[in-house]
């Protein structure tokens, strides 16, 4: 299974890809048997990605989850059944202790990036943590985030970029802030999929363009990105959350061909 130091000195990029939130044991197991295949054949470092549990939703009768310990324990089986390391959200400092007994990364949301007694939590864990940059923050004020980690005595630190807040309902990713957040000294992923969100919209459930998920993608290994972040589902229009945003299973391998060619010239 790979560690903090396979990221860190991957030849390729690596991948945190997986549905929104755990609906179901058979699904998530089928997403994560796909994917490895695809990660094993193309030389992809890989995490599987799931949300235990949807703490921010737009609308109060949003699905959010089929219950924090059975989820758990769905990714605590994909992570046996593939060798794979599993990455979740949290959300609350309780929440810390208890996610890490399931899974190898534990995400911080960007809205939730500034919530110190969160980070120290999740960094007391001694898991690794992947801090989301907030849609409010400059890449420059992300290092205040990390050191919060580092602080309380981790230094296994990753920092996701997903886009900026711009205007009520858009989001767009600066570009420039990937070399910045890369001289701080982590792993600097990329967002693929929530950077095209169209929040706010006026019917209470986030839009997206995931028609713009390749340009995105490719675009993020050009600027040097370390890793990259993708929401992907059998059928995003079905999906309980996030649907409008996700890349459709059956696309990933063809986009990922891509970008490992991009990579490999760069």
């Known amino acids: 299974m790979i560690t903090y130091q396979d990221f860190i000195h991957s030849e390729n990029f690596f991948l945190l890809a997986g549905p929104c939130v755990i609906e179901g044991e058979e699904m998530a197991l089928r997403i994560a048997e796909k994917i490895v295949r695809i990660t094993d054949k193309l030389h992809i470092p890989y995490v599987f990605k799931g949300s235990y549990r949807k703490a921010n939703r737009s609308r109060i009768d949003s699905f959010t989850g089929i219950g924090d310990e059975k989820a758990l324990k769905v990714l605590a089986k994909v992570r046996k059944t593939f060798d794979v390391p599993v990455v979740t959200d949290i959300h609350a400092p309780h929440e810390a202790e208890m996610a890490a007994e399931y899974v190898d990364v534990l995400q911080i949301p960007a809205f939730l990036c500034r919530q110190t007694d969160l980070l120290v939590a999740a960094a007391k864990t001694q898991k690794i943590v992947n801090i989301k940059k907030g849609q409010f923050l ?55 999929t929530h950077s095209l969100q169209r929040p706010n919209q006026t019917s209470g459930v986030t839009g997206g363009q995931p028609q713009l998920i390749e340009t995105i993608a490719k675009a993020g290994i050009a600027s040097g990105v370390d890793g990259l972040f993708m929401e992907t589902h059998e059928d995003p229009s079905v999906a309980k959350s996030d649907g409008a945003n996700m890349l459709k299973l059956d696309l990933l391998e063809d986009l990922l061909v891509k970008l490992v060619r991009l990579r490999q010239v760069l």
């Open 138 to 192: 400059a890449p420059d004020s992300m290092k205040f985030a990390a050191e919060k980690v580092i602080d309380a005595g981790n230094s296994n630190v990753m920092l996701t970029e997903r886009g900026t807040t711009f205007g009520y309902q858009d989001l767009v990713v600066d570009f420039r802030g990937i070399p910045e957040m890369k001289s701080f000294g982590y792993p600097v992923i990329l967002d693929a």
